[in-house]
């Protein structure tokens, strides 16, 4: 282990004792479920997102990364107290998965392979076979999707998502229903709200065909116009 990962360890584990104590002498943070919480971690991650995409200043990415791990550690705390797991198991499930999806650079033990670098196409395709043995249950592309994206991301993911399952196919990979291979590509009208969401959905297709983030871009979008907005 190396020494930054020992202070790491010893951090966290102060950390913990001090949320631990919070839970049990703070009256406010007492109360904490994981409903209330909830808000709190949306927050954090558009904050974190801002610091992210904003002008680089590593003390505020610093302390807004120490927000969203604030969260990890609340939730994780509020499952140890109900005897389910800890952070530490947290911790572990995520070691593990890390070695099983990264089969190009581990062993199953976690020892590196002595091989050279994959390529970004193998190293995703053996990514994609790994994850669909672990969750057989899976039967779609878009399973995982979470169903409370904003509309723009789950739009990206999900063409993003059919895609790619289009591209297993042609290499003998299984076949999909023939609904995730309908991806509008024609220039259609806005007279309805129907004709919009197909519009939009074209433009988000446009996107992900040249490897952009529309989400991120209507983002950044906004803020600009709200700068010069604001400018006049």
């Known amino acids: 282990m190396t020494a930054g ?9 102060r950390l913990l004792d001090v949320i631990r104590q919070l839970r049990e002498h703070c009256p406010w943070m007492g109360t904490l479920t994981h409903e209330s919480l909830a ?12 610091a992210l995409e904003g002008p680089a200043d590593t003390d505020e990415l610093r302390s807004e990364l120490g927000d969203v791990l604030l969260q990890v550690v609340l939730h994780a705390r509020l499952q140890e107290e109900r005897g389910s797991f800890a952070m530490a198991e947290v911790i572990d499930g995520l070691t593990h998965k890390m070695i099983r999806r990264n089969a190009h650079i581990f062993t199953p033990d976690g020892g590196l392979r002595d091989v050279s670098i994959s390529s970004i196409e193998e190293i995703e395709a053996s990514w994609l076979a790994i994850k669909r043995q672990e969750q057989p249950a899976d039967t779609t592309p878009f399973a995982s999707i979470p169903p409370g994206l904003p509309a723009l991301a789950s739009a990206a993911k999900t063409l993003k998502r059919a895609r790619r399952d289009r591209g297993a196919q042609r290499d003998g990979g299984p076949a999909r229903g023939a609904g995730t291979a309908v991806v509008p590509g024609e220039k259609v009208g806005t007279a309805s709200e129907e004709e919009l969401g197909e519009g939009l959905l ?3 297709g446009r996107a992900v065909d040249a490897g952009l983030d529309p989400e991120r871009a209507l983002r950044l979008a906004v803020r600009r116009y709200q700068q010069e907005h604001l400018a006049q």
């Open 202 to 204: 074209a433009v988000v």
């Open 5 to 13: 990962a020992q202070q790491a360890g010893a951090s966290l584990e």
């Open 39 to 50: 808000e709190y971690l949306v927050e954090e991650c558009y904050e974190l997102l801002e």
